[in-house]
Nanobody
């Protein structure tokens, strides 16, 4: 059974940092790309960042570049999202997902697997 389990969310003040983790199990994801999306209340789920398991390619939404960093630990089958300089508008539920074709990394509908999400709340 494929599982993606996110953790690391919480409440933080503006300007603070959080590191989200996504532990993958149940199959080999070596050929997949892993992505982070987020969904704020009343809004659609939007792309944040993606990475290939090899770590050789990373992709970010322009507004996250320089503040967020995506990385992998292949030995732990875990993907991380380091978030710095957080803003109140970063408040959302953050989801990790797995997509078979890395070229589809921004397309939510192409993701085959999703985690349950972790809440991030940034206070002003």
């Amino acid at each position: 059974q494929v599982q993606l389990v996110e953790s690391g969310g919480g409440l933080v003040q503006a300007g603070g940092s959080l590191r989200l983790s996504c532990a993958a199990s149940g199959r080999t994801f070596g050929s997949y790309a892993m992505g982070w999306f987020r969904q704020a209340p009343g809004k659609e789920r939007e792309f944040v960042a993606a990475i290939r398991w090899s770590g050789s390619n990373t992709y970010y939404t322009d507004s996250m570049k320089g503040r967020f960093t995506i990385s992998t630990d292949n030995a732990k089958n875990t993907v991380y999202l380091q978030m710095n300089s957080l803003k109140p508008e970063d408040t959302a539920v953050y989801y990790c997902g797995a997509v078979a074709r890395y070229s589809d990394y921004t397309i939510r509908e192409k993701y085959a697997y999703w985690g349950q999400g972790t809440q991030v709340t940034v206070s002003s």
